[in-house]
């Protein structure tokens, strides 16, 4: 008669694992790594996992004026057509509807944010544009010079051009 393995053993003829209780032979460093290998390999063999908790399905809150939809449908259209992927354009959307409510007074808690400011973006048309931390750059500023027709503008500093076109 051959040799043969109990009932219980694993393919490749090792004995089952102890249970849980029981410390690892071969320390926690080494179960803590095996035990992450077979959580992927769960997971991989039962389907796709549901998102993380921090992403958030981004959609119209729940009411919303008719208004709010139609925006909230031109602006994320607008944003595809710019060849935004649709789940950033969905994004952008809801948050500049959700801040236009804000301003309205449509919102229930409306941030501090969203209401400090007295014009909407299309009020603002671009007026803040190029201005970073420091303001726009010397290569920008010469340019404007340049369409003004500001003298001795090659040789002027940035704060230079910057008082040469009253800003």
Avoid: C
């Amino acid at each position: 008669m051959g040799t043969r393995k109990a009932a219980s053993a694993r393919p490749d003829g090792t004995p089952p694992r102890a249970p849980s209780s029981a410390p690892s032979p071969f320390g926690l460093k080494w179960e803590l790594r095996h035990s992450v290998g077979r959580a992927r390999r769960a997971a991989a063999a039962h389907g796709p996992a549901r998102p993380p908790a921090h992403v958030k399905e981004v959609s119209m809150p729940a009411g919303s004026s008719r208004k709010r939809e139609r925006q909230y449908e031109h602006i994320k259209e607008g944003a595809q057509e710019r060849g935004t992927p649709r789940k950033r354009a969905e994004e952008i959307a809801a948050r500049t509807v959700n801040k236009e409510r804000a301003r309205a007074g449509e919102a229930k808690s409306p941030g501090r944010v969203s209401t400090r400011d007295p014009k909407s973006a299309p009020q603002r048309g671009g007026e803040r544009s190029h201005r970073g931390a420091q303001g726009p750059t010397r290569d920008q500023l010469y340019e404007e010079a340049k369409k003004r027709h500001v003298e001795g503008r090659s040789s002027m500093t940035k704060e230079q051009l910057r008082h040469a076109l009253g800003r």
